[in-house]
């Protein structure tokens, strides 16, 4: 048995955990995407591990269209980091919220909407009909 | 049954990856002197225990301990440092201690392409990015805190620990299903593999590639009438 298999694979395992906790950690967008990335170079090292261990090409072949899709999403996703970028002027994920449902928790750099305090005005309501004669009976009956 | 046999030292580890990931908690601008005593201990802690594990007495053994340990720690650097720049080229080690893993692994020309690729065109097109777009310089304040860090880890490290016991234990099930040993010839096996069995999915990864690139440059283009949004 190859001896470099296990230690490969719990290697693997420690890479891609890593990028994981980084992804939903870290809160800017580059750093988000680059754990991405070590979170697919841990399953690289896994697919080479075992493509050594069963002497067979297979694991390396599709090793290397995992590095050609990786290549494609580094190329969109820096292109749509640059685009938010142009929105929102900053890189902190936590803004980018349009899509979000609505949630308690406000990102902390959030700028206070102010809302203008205007005086209040009350609706005047205009006489309207005649007014009805009271009797002295009704005048009576209502006390 | 034993549980992990003669691998129990890979559990050490574990420990080690498990204490990183608590320093990670406590992270915060004046982190006390303690943790981060703690940390950098776990840290070498990690390299010499992946050294040992995996060195036993040949060059190979010791090529990839230390570069299986530069490769975590690595990466754990990413996890942590707050400037975006030192956290691309923390990932940048990372991928290449990744790479003598690669080599030790007999693929020397995945090796070579993921160099290639990663170290030279994703880190440059990011440091790229990071240029265009953090032109301060520095840690932002949005980066040195994290996004609710307690749950996310405890439950990664329960992942990480279930994904060692499967790997421990899973021991004489995977050596059951070891090939033949028939001969690899590196570069040229790996070609004659692509070009044989993979024919169909090498032309549409070239596809992807061409698509990949039309998407990007329309999605950054900016025509010079259009209302921003």
């Given amino acids: ?143 | 049954m034993d549980l992990f046999g003669d691998n129990a030292v890979l559990l050490l580890p574990i420990y080690a990856v498990i204490g990183v990931l608590l320093t990670l908690i406590q992270r915060s601008a004046q982190s006390p002197a303690l943790v981060k005593f703690f940390g950098a201990v776990a840290a070498v802690a990690m390299v010499f225990l992946c050294s040992y594990s995996a060195g036993k007495d040949d060059l190979d053994g010791l090529v990839f301990g230390v570069t299986a340990g530069v490769a975590a720690l690595a990466g754990f650097g990413l996890l942590w440092v707050p400037n975006p720049v030192y956290a691309a080229l923390s990932f940048a080690v990372s991928v290449l201690a990744a790479c003598g893993v690669f080599v030790v692994l007999k693929a020397p020309f995945l090796a070579a392409a993921t160099v290639v690729i990663y170290a030279g065109a994703v880190i440059v097109t990011f440091l790229f990015v990071v240029m265009l777009a953090q032109q301060r310089g520095g840690a932002l304040g949005y980066d040195s805190n994290f996004f609710r860090p307690a749950p996310v880890l405890a439950t990664l490290g329960l992942l990480l620990f279930a994904l060692f016991v499967g790997v421990l234990t899973g021991g004489p099930a995977i050596e059951a299903l070891a090939g033949s040993a028939t001969p690899t010839a590196g570069v040229k096996a790996v070609g004659r593999s692509l070009y044989t069995d993979y024919l169909f999915a090498v032309e549409l990864a070239g596809t992807l590639l061409l698509v990949a690139t039309i998407g990007a440059i329309a999605i950054t283009r900016r025509e010079p009438g259009l209302v921003k949004p």
Avoid: W
């Fill in chain 1, 1 to 143: 048995m190859n001896d470099a298999l296990v230690p490969s694979l719990i290697l693997g395992a420690v890479l891609f955990v890593t990028g994981a906790a980084g992804f939903l950690i870290r809160r800017n967008m580059i750093i988000m995407f680059l754990s991405t990335e070590l979170m697919l170079q841990g399953v690289v090292l896994n697919l080479v591990a075992f493509s050594d261990f069963h002497r067979n090409m297979g694991g390396v072949a599709l090793a290397v269209f995992v590095l050609t899709v990786a290549a494609c999403e580094a190329a969109i996703a820096l292109a749509l980091v640059a685009a938010l970028y142009q929105q929102h002027k900053t890189l902190d994920v936590a803004v980018a919220t349009e899509l979000r449902e609505l949630v308690d928790e406000v990102p902390d750099e959030q700028p206070e909407i102010e809302t203008p305090e205007a005086e209040a005005v009350y609706p005047t309501l205009s006489p309207a009909g005649r007014e009805p004669v009271v009797t002295e009976e009704e005048l009576h009956l209502r006390v």
